[in-house]
């Protein structure tokens, strides 16, 4: 949960004040290589929110469906690393194309 949180701030203070100026002006106002910067800013944050939706169904899917076996299977090592690769893969679905 507190990675949603961490993506969805993320978004509220990184992605949207620069997007608001853009409607808000009609064109963008800043710095053009910013641009750029902010768009992949955008789309990682974006995609490692709904990253983190998936992996917090399937967290609550697994506890569901096993509860006795859940506290084997979902470690803190485990939990961590869906975290680490949530945001690996945000970063690079949105980086990797600059």
Request: glycine share 4%.
């Amino acid at each position: 949960l507190v990675s949603l949180f961490t993506s969805d701030l993320m978004v509220g203070l990184v992605v949207m004040p620069p997007a608001m100026l853009n409607q808000l002006y009609g064109r963008w106002v800043l710095r053009g290589d910013f641009c750029s910067l902010w768009a992949s800013f955008d789309v990682m944050c974006c995609s490692a929110s709904i990253l983190n939706l998936c992996v917090i169904s399937l967290d609550r899917y697994l506890l569901i469906t096993s509860p006795l076996r859940y506290k084997l299977r979902m470690t803190s090592c485990r939990a961590l690393a869906l975290i680490l690769a949530t945001w690996t893969l945000a970063a690079l679905a949105s980086f990797l194309p600059i």
